[in-house]
């Protein structure tokens, strides 16, 4: 789907939403609360319950532009990249959440960019395409660490 996707709005009983608003509203019926309680307390100095707040919701959101998107490529920032391995490890709950949003998992490549020059400038692409719909969703940058991961790998 293109960026202008982003403007075609669904008409229910509660009135206009755009397809970004839905995919949220499926979202946030996921549970994620083991897995924002094994981050907090597998480092409490470094993950409070306000940064795991924090994080939880920014994930979300990370999952409802690939509801919104499928098939697309996006490359996270890095504190989503940890958020999203917590919820990798977590197989059983990961593997019914992408069944339950996308019919499928949602694979995460640790070699994505790592492979050549090209897809090291496909994997800058993909991060910059992540930002760039989440100003136009989201109405504000993708704040924390706005690099993608350390090595470039995540998609």
């Known amino acids: 789907m293109s960026q202008s996707h982003a403007n075609l709005t669904t008409t229910t009983l509660a009135g206009t939403m755009r ?5 949220m509203a499926r979202i946030a019926e996921l ?25 939880e919701e920014k994930y979300r959101r990370f999952l409802a532009i690939h509801l919104v998107h499928p098939g697309e490529t996006f ?37 994505f960019g790592l492979r050549d020059a090209a897809e090291l400038k496909a994997n800058g692409a ?7 719909l ?10 924390g660490e706005s690099n993608p991961c350390s090595s470039s790998d995540c998609r």
């Open 31 to 55: 549970d994620l609360a083991p897995v924002s309680e094994k981050l907090r307390t597998s480092d409490p100095e470094r993950w409070s319950t306000e940064s795991v707040r924090d994080v």
């Open 19 to 23: 397809p970004i608003d839905i995919a």
């Open 134 to 143: 989440w100003e136009i969703y989201f109405g504000e940058h993708l704040l």
């Open 126 to 132: 993909a991060f910059q395409h992540l930002k760039s």
């Open 75 to 111: 490359v996270p920032n890095k504190i989503l990249d940890e958020y999203w391995h917590q919820h990798i490890l977590d197989t059983h709950r990961y593997a019914q959440h992408c069944d339950e949003l996308f019919g499928s998992m949602l694979h995460h490549d640790p070699y």
